[in-house]
């Protein structure tokens, strides 16, 4: 085949890819905080526009590997669940958004100045393979079930609309099906392929649930909320953030593997700046930060393409994308159930990587402990309605009634404070 078709092929792939991984998330952060379909649409324009842009950057002058930049799992996921705990927290949709913006612009300075400052390899003292594990089962754990809520859809009064449930459940099932069964090509695109169909045969068989075009929005700041000073919800988010930094050493440490080489400090230290860049700019953009995402060696693992190029063009051409104003407004109608069903069956395979893992881990009573505690100390808190913590102080609350939080942060005391090779 022709190098230039080649190099085509591997671009038009990589933009499929960033597709399928990207636009559901303004889509489900617009929804979740009530915004209107204009809202979404001018949302996830800027989306389509930052992401872009963010893997040609990163591409070009961060860790220089072809690693998508995307939108955050653990950010996402911290999205929804401190919106869907609004009422408990007794605090409206906007409060929370704006809090929340003003601990993402606070941590991604912070994730700029230690870039600059060479600080990366201190992070590898604090997120341990096995904090690490740890991170990515209750990533996991915590996505899909935000997911399989979200494919099942209500009926105003609280129950649950059979007709669009159970298509919502078939069109996971496909995905699924194409994912193990299907042939290189199929398994690649399962995602893209369930949103495609899964739209289509939504539009055809509930009309009456198509949401309207939306209509072109002036384009304004801070969609979620303007930023004020609750700082239960500030600390909480800033935090994530924070953990939100070994997106980058995982990534990275991983996709060296590939090339046969050690990553080194500088391409850490540029590419945690460059997020801390996109973390900043998310905030007045309403959007969810960015991470290098580690299902990218997935897809570089199974389509073999480690030459930057293609990954580059792929970037811009998603970012030229959202310069169209009728792409944003299209993509806004994507019926959020379908969008839940896909990713549904895409995140079990986050599942996969925590097991992974955990391979040449030594399993002993002390091995279990550190794994056990912090995965089902955070399970447990995902499970229990986030009410109950009303009597603690504010500032606790939305950090407490965190599982993915909790879990994480008691692993990192384990390993940091427990000498477990003389226990």
């Given at each position: 085949?022709?190098?230039?078709?080649?190099?085509?092929?591997?671009?038009?792939?990589?933009?499929?890819?960033?597709?399928?991984?990207?636009?559901?998330?303004?889509?489900?952060?617009?929804?979740?905080?009530?915004?209107?379909?204009?809202?979404?649409?001018?949302?996830?324009?800027?989306?389509?526009?930052?992401?872009?842009?963010?893997?040609?950057?990163?591409?070009?002058?961060?860790?220089?590997?072809?690693?998508?930049?995307?939108?955050?799992?653990?950010m996402w996921g911290l999205f929804l669940n401190i919106s869907a705990?609004?009422?408990?927290?007794?605090?409206?949709?906007?409060?929370?958004?704006?809090?929340?913006?003003?601990?993402?612009?606070?941590?991604?300075?912070?994730?700029v100045v230690m870039g600059g400052l060479g600080l990366v390899p201190w992070l590898n003292k604090i997120f341990?393979?096995?904090v690490m594990?740890?991170?990515?089962?209750?990533?996991?754990?915590?996505?899909?079930?935000?997911?399989?809520?979200?494919?099942?859809?209500?009926?105003?009064?609280?129950?649950?609309?059979?007709?669009?449930?159970?298509?919502?459940?078939?069109?996971?099932?496909?995905?699924?099906?194409?994912?193990?069964?299907?042939?290189?090509?199929?398994?690649?695109?399962?995602?893209?392929?369930?949103?495609?169909?899964?739209?289509?045969?939504?539009?055809?068989?509930?009309p009456v649930e198509a949401m309207p075009s939306s209509q072109n929005a002036a384009f304004s700041l801070f969609p979620l909320g303007?930023?004020?000073l609750e700082w239960g919800i500030i600390i909480t988010t800033f935090v994530a953030c924070l953990l939100n930094m070994s997106n980058t050493i995982t990534a990275i440490q991983a996709a060296s593997s590939f090339y046969k080489e050690e990553p080194t400090n500088k391409q850490f230290n540029r590419s945690l700046s460059l997020t801390g860049i996109y973390t900043v700019m998310t905030a007045p953009l309403g959007l969810v930060p960015y991470a290098p995402f580690a299902s990218s060696l997935?897809?570089?693992?199974?389509?073999?393409?480690?030459?930057?190029?293609p990954f580059i063009i792929g970037g811009l051409f998603f970012s030229v994308l959202g310069l169209i104003p009728a792409v944003g407004d299209f993509f806004a109608t994507l019926p959020?159930?379908?969008?839940?069903?896909?990713?549904?069956?895409?995140?079990?395979?986050?599942?996969?990587?925590?097991?992974?893992?955990?391979?040449g881990t030594e399993f002993n009573s002390n091995t279990i402990f550190r794994i056990a505690v912090p995965v089902l100390v955070g399970i447990s808190l995902m499970t229990i309605d986030p009410a109950i913590f009303s009597t603690?102080?504010?500032?606790?609350?939305?950090?407490?009634?965190?599982?993915?939080?909790?879990?994480v942060l008691l692993s990192i005391g384990l390993e940091l404070f427990v000498r477990w090779e003389k226990v």
């Open positions: 085949m022709n190098e230039h078709v080649k190099t085509g092929v591997a671009s038009l792939q990589w933009f499929f890819f960033i597709f399928a991984n990207t636009i559901v998330v303004p889509v489900s952060i617009g929804t979740a905080f009530d915004l209107s379909s204009a809202e979404i649409a001018m949302t996830l324009k800027s989306s389509l526009i930052v992401t872009g842009i963010a893997c040609v950057l990163q591409g070009v002058w961060g860790h220089r590997y072809p690693l998508m930049e995307g939108h955050s799992g653990l705990s609004a009422a408990a927290l007794n605090m409206d949709l906007q409060t929370i958004g704006g809090a929340m913006a003003t601990g993402i612009i606070a941590a991604g300075l912070l994730m341990t393979p096995m594990s740890v991170y990515l089962f209750l990533l996991a754990i915590q996505l899909v079930i935000i997911f399989f809520g979200g494919m099942l859809k209500l009926t105003p009064s609280g129950g649950l609309d059979i007709p669009v449930s159970l298509f919502s459940v078939a069109i996971a099932v496909l995905v699924g099906v194409l994912k193990v069964k299907g042939k290189e090509v199929l398994s690649n695109f399962s995602i893209l392929i369930g949103i495609v169909t899964g739209w289509i045969l939504y539009r055809l068989l509930f303007q930023p004020n997935g897809f570089l693992e199974s389509t073999r393409i480690f030459d930057r190029r959020i159930t379908v969008g839940n069903a896909v990713l549904f069956i895409a995140y079990l395979q986050l599942f996969g990587t925590a097991l992974k893992s955990l391979q603690l102080p504010i500032f606790l609350q939305p950090l407490i009634s965190n599982g993915l939080m909790v879990g």
